[in-house]
């Protein structure tokens, strides 16, 4: 019991000794050992280090999942060390709607037809958005959360520790200043205790500071890992946007089996009659840049023709149609209606007439007639 009274005499003596010396830095009224360039640089870097792993980890997490509600059960999961429930995400939500919906308008029908093949699309998409956030999560973060948690804690317990080895050396300089200023004759014990104190103080400081200088260091091979952990990501995400790109190219192919004028508005709003044509390319080839060919398609170069000659021509109506308004002409199925350009109008749109019924009409509706 008097040992563990004295030790703890002696660790509030060397606490209050490191808090006098702090506050007389801060005060000015003490000199204070100064660190070497060298250990200040990596200090800074360290510390530059972990500010940007947090900004950058933060942001790919709402890269990620962009609902901070989500993101905040599954940070309680991961507490909890439970497994979050499955649910499922908003091309997927998405698809499942465009499939219900085709189902109930019909699969024989076009739109039916057409809103199923795009809710299976969504879906294939949304699967490959759920590979690319798992990997991105494991690859990517991970490593990054483990700097933080594992490397970074570490440097800054020893940062700290250098930081008390300090004060302590700075303490036994400023005692043995004293010493050297009192009397020589009734100091000559407490000077030599000072100077052994001084010994001692400055072998561990240079002891710390050369396993701090070590840990520092490190971080080299902390962004040699990251840069790693970042050419994965670069590759999940390539993978990822391919593979959404072969979906949609697949689908605008399906889609392009409907009858012309039924397919992208779009391709007709293009001047001249210009259509987007998009290659086939395999999931692992390089993204080509879409260019725009001249007059590929027969339906809107016939349209092209008409709005250029101003004359009118035949056409009919694949599907019925609904006016929206008193300047609109309201169509049905299979009927045949004369139709012509009017200028000004906008390029989707003409002028149609039945009778004495007149009004635009979509050109998305029409099968122009020879």
């Not at 792993?53 to 909890?80: C, D």
Request: net charge neutral; hydrophobic share 35%.
């Amino acid at each position: 019991m008097d040992f563990n009274v004295k030790r703890l005499a002696a660790d509030a003596g060397t606490f209050l000794s490191r808090a006098v010396q702090f506050t007389e830095e801060k005060l000015g009224q003490a000199e204070k050992t100064e660190l070497d360039a060298h250990l200040e640089n990596l200090l800074i870097r360290a510390e530059n280090t972990k500010q940007w792993t947090e900004r950058i980890m933060k942001q790919t997490e709402v890269l990620l999942q962009p609902n901070p509600n989500v993101r905040l059960e599954e940070f309680v999961y991961e507490k909890l060390e439970k497994k979050a429930p499955t649910r499922m995400n908003n091309h997927e939500l998405l698809g499942q709607s465009m499939i219900d919906s085709g189902n109930e308008f019909g699969p024989g029908t076009a739109y039916g037809n057409a809103l199923i093949k795009c809710g299976e699309t969504e879906k294939q998409i949304g699967g490959a958005e759920r590979e690319f956030i798992q990997s991105s999560a494991i690859n990517f973060l991970t490593p990054f959360r483990n700097f933080l948690e594992g490397d970074f804690k570490t440097i800054l317990k020893e940062r700290k520790l250098l930081q008390v080895k300090r004060l302590d050396l700075d303490a036994a300089k400023t005692r043995l200043k004293k010493a050297r200023m009192a009397d020589a004759k009734a100091a000559v014990s407490t000077h030599k205790n000072a100077e052994q104190e001084l010994r001692m103080t400055q072998s561990e400081f240079d002891r710390q500071a050369e396993i701090t200088r070590l840990l520092l260091e490190g971080v080299s091979s902390t962004h040699a890992h990251h840069l790693r952990c970042l050419n994965d990501f670069v590759e999940a995400q390539t993978t990822y946007y391919a593979q959404c790109y072969q979906y949609m190219v697949d689908l605008q192919k399906q889609l392009g089996s409907f009858p012309s004028s039924f397919t992208n508005n779009n391709q007709s709003s293009v001047s001249g009659g210009a259509s987007i044509s998009v290659p086939t390319l395999p999931v692992s080839a390089s993204l080509p840049s879409v260019s725009a060919g001249r007059g590929s398609s027969t339906a809107s170069g016939g349209f092209s023709e008409l709005r250029s000659s101003n004359g009118s021509r035949k056409a009919r109506v694949l599907y019925d149609y609904d006016a929206a308004s008193s300047s609109e002409l309201s169509l049905l199925a299979d009927e045949v209606i004369m139709v012509s350009s009017v200028p000004g109008m906008d390029s989707d749109w003409l002028m149609g007439e039945r009778g004495n019924q007149k009004g635009k009409v979509p050109i998305t509706y029409l099968e122009l007639l020879n």
